[in-house]
């Protein structure tokens, strides 16, 4: 038997007849909102407003701008310090290295995370300090080195010295920023809230993708501010911090989060009953719908060792290193499968997006970006990597596109199909501009890398809210054993993130050895190629919530 609030009420020492009358006139006001109360998930978050949602999903926005700065300017920024070809891969495999073993790691702590300002903002500010100081190593390393150090020697060692340390923090703050932003959104909105935040995040982050690639294709040199800084990169890092900066404060003030304050929930729950008024805080917070605690409820009455049987399997389950990688080794197949495919999926995207503008400079303009920097064929390399940008910028305004027309196709071909679609059209697309790579065919085709772009955004973490969804459900069916085995949304988020890691390790050790000895037309194929497999396996191996 579950102990009620009613009778819970009634186990109490009695209280005066003013205390009672005063307790009873406040359950009537309560019932309503405590009708939300769940066995496992003790508030279900009340609905939010548009206007919450959006400010939450400026995050991606001020994150893919910046991401699209990187795509566009990193590989030209390191060829143009002098990088050599056979350091290319080191850059791309030191982060994603270091999120991929660290990721769970903070995605577990977010969960256990007792931080007064919420579980989830500290990681997200951190994050983005990070990628902040990253950004100003990776654009201005050169100017930086030239005003300390004369001699023109250590003056090129230290500038791809500090160049590689900027991308490898960027790409670490930035891709690790995605899990905490996901988890946040879990956190504080109801389900058909989460469904309505994704869409929100593919939208801003197609959005901010696009004002990323436009940026970096204007040619700021002969702009005021062109002639006021140094160099047209640090145009593009002045833009790109301002951005960031603007779209962070919006997304920490947006929604608030209900600290950890307590160990487990029995000791919030008794402090909440027999204490009304000292507490009223608490009520507040369950009432406005910000309260989600990831505890169980109180048991039985008749049964009062079960409370303390569970506060001490709640200490026993604190993080440790240990018991982390037991919870990702024992995930469920279908957790696993949906990692496997989002492998795929980032697999064939980034092995397209990372050498795109490269590839428009080299096999498409036909130019040499280690020619000297005033002849001919580096101009004309220049002219295909700012073309490549118009081309990214094609990508993300379709991405927000089709971010918009998920919602509309959603109720006819389900997730299933909205998966699978996204594999299959990237697949063709990258596919026919390595066969035909003419200028305008690869424009006109850059619109399907939106439609993978959207889909990798939006539908993994769709069916990780969906599978959360169903296991709630169980839980409320199968009752008191049904607390002890949670899985926090946190380490499941990170873990999905970790693929991208995953697959940036992936294509760092073979991508890079390809490109050097066949060229970058081999990264369009090799995208082609892996997401067409991709295909197949969401087809057949992932589960579909119905």
Request: overall charge neutral; proline content about 4%.
């Amino acid at each position: 038997m579950t102990l009620t609030k009613e009778s819970f009420h009634g186990a109490l020492l009695p209280a005066s007849g003013a205390a009672k009358a005063d307790m009873d006139g406040t359950r009537e006001k309560e019932e309503a909102p405590r009708q939300a109360v769940m066995r496992t998930e003790a508030a279900v978050p009340r609905r939010r407003a548009v206007g919450r949602l959006v400010m939450h999903s400026m995050a991606m926005f001020g994150r893919e701008f910046c991401y699209a700065v990187e795509a566009a300017f990193v590989t030209p920024v390191l060829l143009s310090v002098g990088l050599p070809k056979n350091l290319y891969s080191l850059v791309w495999l030191i982060s994603p290295i270091l999120g991929f073993v660290l990721q769970p790691v903070v995605g577990s702590a977010s969960d256990h995370c007792t931080c007064s300002w919420g579980r989830r903002r500290p990681y997200i500010l951190g994050l983005g300090i990070i990628m902040l100081l990253g950004m100003a190593l990776y654009l201005n390393g050169d100017v930086m080195i030239s005003a300390f150090i004369a001699e023109r020697d250590k003056q090129r060692t230290w500038a791809i010295v500090i160049t590689m340390l900027g991308v490898v923090l960027f790409d670490f703050a930035a891709d690790f920023i995605d899990g905490p932003i996901k988890a946040y959104l879990f956190d504080v909105c109801s389900h058909q809230d989460k469904e309505k935040g994704l869409h929100y995040h593919a939208l801003f982050t197609g959005l901010g993708g696009a004002l990323g690639y436009l940026t970096g294709a204007m040619d700021w040199g002969q702009t005021i501010l062109g002639y006021t800084l140094a160099s047209e990169f640090q145009v593009i890092f002045f833009f790109s911090a301002l951005v960031l900066i603007i779209c962070l404060t919006v997304h920490l003030c947006s929604i608030p989060e209900v600290p950890l304050r307590y160990e487990n929930e029995e000791a919030k729950f008794l402090l909440e009953e027999t204490e009304p008024h000292r507490y009223h805080s608490i009520e507040e917070e369950i009432r406005n719908g910000h309260l989600k605690p990831t505890c169980m409820e109180i048991k039985a009455a008749a049964k009062p060792g079960k409370c303390a049987a569970a506060s001490r399997t709640q200490e026993k389950r604190q993080m440790t290193l240990k018991s982390l990688l037991k919870t990702l080794l024992s995930m469920p197949s279908h957790y696993r499968c949906l990692c496997v495919s989002h492998l795929f999926g980032w697999m064939a995207f980034l092995s397209n997006m990372l050498f795109f503008t490269d590839f428009m400079g080299q096999v498409v303009y036909h130019g040499n970006p280690y020619a000297p920097h005033n002849s001919t064929l580096y101009l004309t390399y220049k002219a295909g990597v700012e073309m490549g940008c118009w081309g990214l910028c094609i990508n993300a305004i379709s991405s927000s596109v089709y971010s918009y027309l998920q919602k509309v196709l959603l109720p006819y071909i389900g997730l299933k199909g909205l998966y699978f679609m996204g594999y299959l059209l990237f697949g063709l697309g990258t596919g026919l501009i390595g066969l035909f790579p003419n200028v305008y065919s690869t424009l006109a085709l850059c619109s399907l890398f939106g439609v993978m772009s959207s889909t990798l955004y939006t539908v993994p973490f769709h069916l990780i809210a969906e599978y959360h969804r169903e296991e709630e459900s169980q839980k409320l069916q199968e009752g008191e054993q049904a607390g002890e085995h949670g899985r926090g949304k946190g380490i499941d988020c990170a873990a999905l993130t970790c693929m991208v890691q995953l697959a940036q390790i992936i294509l760092g050790v073979g991508l890079g050895l390809l490109v050097s000895v066949a060229g970058s037309a081999v990264t369009v194929i090799s995208a082609s190629t892996v997401a067409l497999a991709g295909c197949c396996f969401v087809a057949f191996c992932i589960r579909y919530v119905d």
